[in-house]
């Protein structure tokens, strides 16, 4: 039986579990935003598509385009 996201995150919060590569805890209240703007499509820096951790799979960078923007 599969679990919801919020009882996942829930037993997450409530374990002492923390990943060794990214630091996720569980807890999203944590979780440092930063929100940078690439207005040049010549600015090759930064990821092209969201990052996921290696070790525990949750996102490290999400990467959000607007295609028809010009």
């Given at each position: 039986m599969a679990r919801s996201?919020?009882?996942r995150l829930a037993?997450?919060?409530a374990s002492?579990?923390?990943c060794?590569?990214?630091g996720f805890d569980?807890?999203?209240t944590n979780i440092e935003y930063e929100v940078i703007w690439h207005?040049?499509?010549e600015e090759g820096d930064g990821p092209h598509?969201?990052?996921y951790c290696e070790t525990c799979g949750e996102p490290t960078n999400f990467v959000v385009?607007?295609?028809d923007l010009e």
């Open positions: 996201l919020e009882r037993a997450l919060e002492d579990w923390w060794p590569e990214c569980g807890n999203q207005d040049d499509p598509e969201t990052v385009t607007w295609l």
